[in-house]
């Protein structure tokens, strides 16, 4: 997947059945149902892959147990089918993951030993675990973080776990690889139309400056986030349909919570529940709900929200996290969909909205990385009826997503490129300094930042260290101290000099000391 060869198919090419405009889990989702359906599909995306919600996610495949609470039947189903699909799909990127509930009264262990009873029904065939009732002395086996006091036992039940910024790559070469084009740092400034009807985009490359109209039968917006932006474009009396809402996620050491379960808190202060889910060796803790005015590319975290995730974790913990543990934290936004009168953002909907527009633009938000499939698919179902488009049936069900392989040794460093991982330890055997790691404290070698720039479209430091390796998200500090070695290696390959690797390190520095705790 090479930036330069698909910007020549760009430039080749005058006409497209649908053009995507967002590079996240539901723009890149569209793209991969579309172009394996066969029509001719171009993904348009301002920064890169994955840079802004899709992937600041809590790193679950999961039906929503949350939901289930609320009373959202529907979306639970639909979300427990296809986190199964996911799993089958991705097998190299997703995993079960077991989950310990500790609670503190007997008639709490039964009240959500039910709820997750009826949760694991809910999966059918799809199951991934049975649901068991434990003891005290076996919570505190699985999970030995837990505090002991009053402990009266607690549930186990099963969910699943993912990469999302890595699934986001893959889906990207999945849609190169089944014919289509997609760009990553190429920005949509305006929609085209031709007698009131939108049939293309103006779009210009962040990285030459370059200006296209590119003309489509069809446009999706899937911009998150940014869907009103978008909208605007279209119609500039649109008024805004997305309320943005704020989630942090602390990253700690394993010290602090070891062994492979994770642990979910079903109440904390503001009624959410909180999460603490072992990830690349080190534990991601959160979430919250916070509703915020602007919808940004970098969003920080609130000192509210800190103090809070901190705060509902130490009750549950043995051990005492502080601000000073903390490796990493991270932001993200959901683009939730306003409903008239609810300002609590944690009570609106998380199914997904589809629109079109008077003028055939087909918008869809909402929703979440666990039903981007689905998602998908009703956005090009809506496609094939406003470009009159020939009737294919979609196909996503059972596509392996590009890296696919089974079985897979997660004992093995390199497990989640899948299929990859072969050819990077072959790229690394082409040059021994390649086959170094990056930092003494992680298992990142230098020849995935090799293999991120020829291979995943890679074109900025940012790119290596926060979503195809990770570290920025794993442990601030690290990523900075590497991060002048990463500019080095990727500048070699790229042929760039020494003013763009001191740029690089200009405009990652400061974003970098944001995911710091100071």
Request: charged letters at 25%; a positive charge; glycine letters at 6%.
């Amino acid at each position: 997947m090479q930036r330069d060869e698909l910007l020549k198919r760009l430039e080749s090419e005058t006409e497209w059945d649908v053009i995507i405009i967002g590079g996240g889990a539901t723009g890149l989702g569209a793209a991969v149902d579309a172009s394996s359906r066969g029509y001719k599909t171009l993904l348009l995306e301002k920064f890169d892959f994955a840079k802004a919600t899709s992937s600041r996610s809590t790193k679950l495949v999961h039906g929503g147990v949350r939901y289930l609470a609320q009373g959202n039947i529907k979306l639970v189903m639909e979300a427990l089918r296809e986190r199964g699909l996911l799993l089958k799909n991705a097998p190299h990127l997703t995993r079960t993951q077991p989950f310990v509930l500790p609670t503190y009264s007997w008639w709490k262990k039964w009240y959500y030993a039910l709820g997750l009873k009826i949760y694991d029904l809910m999966s059918g065939k799809l199951s991934i675990g049975k649901t068991r009732v434990l003891s005290s002395k076996k919570i505190l086996a699985y999970s030995p973080a837990v505090s002991r006091k009053k402990l009266s036992g607690g549930i186990l039940y099963y969910d699943g776990q993912f990469d999302d910024a890595r699934l986001a790559v893959n889906l990207a070469q999945t849609t190169v690889e089944n014919g289509s084009v997609v760009l990553n740092y190429m920005e949509v400034v305006d929609v085209v139309k031709k007698n009131g009807l939108v049939n293309g985009v103006h779009a210009k490359d962040r990285l030459s400056g370059k200006e296209y109209e590119i003309r489509s039968r069809a446009v999706i917006n899937a911009t998150g986030v940014f869907t009103d932006d978008i909208l605007r474009m279209d119609d500039h009396l649109h008024h805004h349909v997305i309320s943005p809402s704020q989630g942090i996620h602390l990253v700690i050491d394993k010290a602090f919570f070891p062994g492979d379960y994770a642990m979910m808190i079903p109440k904390t202060d503001d009624g959410r529940v909180l999460f603490a889910v072992p990830w690349h060796n080190k534990v991601i803790v959160g979430t919250t709900d916070t509703p915020v005015k602007e919808s940004l590319f970098e969003p920080r975290p609130l000192e509210k929200e800190i103090a809070f995730v901190l705060r509902n974790i130490n009750r549950y913990l043995s051990s005492d996290i502080k601000r000073e543990d903390v490796k990493a934290v991270f932001a993200g936004l959901r683009p939730l969909v306003s409903v008239p009168g609810q300002k609590n953002t944690s009570l609106m909907p998380r199914d997904h909205t589809i629109m079109v527009s008077k003028t055939n633009l087909v918008t869809i938000t909402g929703g979440k990385w666990t039903t981007y499939r689905k998602m998908a698919k009703v956005a090009v179902d809506n496609v094939l009826f406003v470009a009159r488009l020939e009737r294919k049936v979609c196909v996503t069900e059972s596509l392996p997503v590009h890296g696919w392989c089974n079985p897979v040794d997660p004992a093995d460093h390199l497990h989640y490129y899948g299929s990859d991982a072969a050819a990077i330890r072959e790229l690394a055997k082409q040059n021994e300094e390649w086959q170094e790691t990056l930092h003494p404290d992680f298992p990142f070698i230098k020849a995935q930042v090799i293999w991120a720039v020829r291979e995943e479209m890679a074109m900025t430091v940012e790119d290596v260290l926060a979503r195809r390796i990770r570290l920025l998200f794993l442990d601030a500090r690290a990523a900075i101290a590497v991060a002048p070695g990463v500019a080095k290696l990727m500048a070699a390959e790229m042929k760039k000099d020494e003013a763009w690797q001191a740029e690089q390190l200009q405009k990652f520095n400061p974003l970098a000391e944001g995911y710091l705790l100071h």
